[in-house]
């Protein structure tokens, strides 16, 4: 399977700003969706945003108005846009695919700390 890639996390203010990528091979020859979720210390991992290979969106209720999820095909990168951060969105946030034939495994997160 294959495993993601994040980055972009980072620690901010609230009302503060951090673009998040996913990048994956096969993403867009695969025709899959990227998923977003994040996971706190000792918690479930909770769903973000996703978006799917027909390029619809979807968010979470904390999470709408705020997030802008995006893809770039040409370079097998899901993009998570977070703005006006809240320090309730402090977590560890990954990605997984959902493809015709597979999902991948989880990648190894990227961290976002808000602070108030």
């Known amino acids: 399977q294959v495993q993601p890639v994040e980055s972009g996390g980072g620690s901010v203010q609230a009302g503060g700003s951090l673009r998040l990528s996913c990048t994956a091979p096969g993403f867009t020859s695969n025709s899959c969706g990227m998923h977003w979720y994040r996971q706190a210390a000792g918690e479930q991992r909770e769903w973000v945003s996703s978006i799917k290979a027909d390029g619809s969106t979807s968010y979470t209720d904390s999470a709408k108005g705020r997030f802008t999820i995006s893809k770039d095909k040409a370079r097998d990168t899901v993009y998570l846009e977070m703005n006006n951060l809240k320090p309730e969105d402090t977590d560890m946030y990954s990605c997984?695919?959902?493809?015709?034939?597979?999902?991948?495994?989880w990648g190894q997160g990227t961290q976002v700390t808000v602070s108030s």
């Open positions: 997984r695919l959902m493809c015709r034939n597979y999902v991948s495994n």
